[in-house]
């Protein structure tokens, strides 16, 4: 596996379930975001870990709960969502973000959600 | 509220012909700037970078940075109907950890 995986590619889910996304980097990064795109919205910014310490919650609902075991892997929790979250959601790394403002960000192929 | 501004399009440009697409931001803080070009049902695939006043050649593709005037564009020579797609600009602030993306525009190159 090479970049940025996530997995599944695809999730319906009812409004009372708990579901989780997965994402994994293979590019030696140490930072991962989560990122929702919603149709004819810009990309939103949900959270942002830097060697696993989450260091961005960019006002996100409690109903979304990320965590990060390591540097390579991220996921994002999901419970008794609203169809207003079917969306796609996209993760990305980076490298350390704060030492230098040039690092760019790899996105994954993202999760296409939808709540029913 | 920090924000990203694109023109949404359509841009329908002629095959072969430079297309230009353009960005401007609100926070003058704002350190490095970012390019990514986003298929229909795929993720965004990064372009460029920039973080210096003028331009950085890469190929087909020419990213302009003004600080000054807050704004920064992206040029592709030699338009090809494959580059029809969404452009997102995207916005750092210095050694923050929140990228601020725009709407995109979206480029329709005509063969």
């Known amino acids: 596996e090479t970049g940025v995986t996530q997995t599944p590619r695809h999730l319906v889910m009812g409004m009372t379930n708990k579901k989780s996304l997965k994402c994994e980097q293979h590019?030696?990064?140490?930072?991962m975001y989560w990122y929702k795109q919603s149709a004819k919205k810009p990309l939103e910014l949900m959270f942002v870990?830097?060697?696993?310490?989450?260091?961005e919650n960019n006002s996100v609902p409690s109903r979304f709960s990320p965590e990060c075991p390591n540097s390579s892997h991220l996921f994002l929790h999901l419970h008794t969502l609203q169809p207003e979250d079917s969306a796609l959601y996209l993760c990305?790394?980076?490298?350390?973000?704060?030492?230098?403002?040039?690092?760019?960000?790899?996105f994954g192929p993202g999760t296409r959600l939808t709540v029913t | 509220q920090k924000e990203v501004e694109q023109n949404s399009g359509p841009l329908s440009v002629p095959e072969g012909a430079i297309a230009s697409l353009n960005c401007t931001y609100s926070?003058?803080?704002?350190?490095?700037f970012f390019w990514y070009r986003q298929y229909s049902g795929k993720s965004p695939e990064l372009i460029m970078f920039?973080?210096?006043?003028g331009d950085k050649e890469d190929g087909r593709f020419t990213a302009q940075l003004n600080k000054a005037s807050q704004y920064v564009s992206l040029l592709i020579r030699d338009s090809q109907p494959s580059d029809s797609a969404t452009y997102l600009c995207?916005?750092?602030?210095?050694?923050?950890?929140?990228?601020?993306f725009g709407p995109g525009t979206r480029l329709s190159v005509l063969p």
């Open positions: 990305a790394s980076s490298q350390d973000t704060r030492t230098t403002p040039i690092h760019e960000q790899y």
């Open positions: 590019l030696g990064h140490n930072a």
């Open positions: 870990y830097n060697f696993k310490e989450q260091t």
């Open positions: 926070d003058r803080g704002s350190q490095s």
């Open positions: 920039i973080y210096s006043n």
């Open positions: 995207a916005v750092r602030e210095g050694y923050g950890q929140n990228f601020v």
